[in-house]
Nanobody, 121 residues
Framework: VQLQASGGGLVQAGGSLRLSCAVS????????MGWYRQAPGKERELVAR???????NYADSVKGRFTISRDNAKNMVYLQMSSLKPEDTAVYYC????????????????WGQGTQVTVSS
């Protein structure tokens, strides 16, 4: 199982970006999926998370600006980012929790490789 994140880049403040993350490999089920970010010199933090039933939660700093969604049939998770601010600059990582390869599989968590988002002022 591998996670491949894409869609990062350089954008001006107030702009938008859409991140995508594809889960490759044969999976039976995936529990929560989420996006995290890590800015230079800071710890990795949760940005947004979505359950298999599409319940969502967001960091206070992105509420109203970011929207997380998922396509269970395609094993994809997305992060629509709007009204971007310079403080949103970070490497964004996707994560899949409780990935089961079969009904009897214990389930493991996987991280993507990260995609850089840079917001200029």
């Amino acid at each position: 199982v591998q996670l491949q994140a894409s869609g990062g880049g350089l954008v001006q403040a107030g702009g938008s970006l859409r991140l995508s993350c594809a889960v490759s490999g044969s999976t039976f089920s995936i529990n929560d999926m989420g996006w995290y970010r890590q800015a230079p010199g800071k710890e990795r933090e949760l940005v947004a998370r979505i359950t298999s039933g599409s319940s969502t939660n967001y960091a206070d700093s992105v509420k109203g600006r970011f929207t997380i969604s998922r396509d269970n049939a395609k094993n994809m998770v997305y992060l629509q980012m709007s009204s971007l601010k310079p403080e949103d600059t970070a490497v964004y990582y996707c994560k899949a929790d409780g990935v089961k390869l079969s009904f009897w599989h214990a389930g493991y968590d996987y991280w993507g490789q990260g995609t850089q988002v840079t917001v200029s002022s």
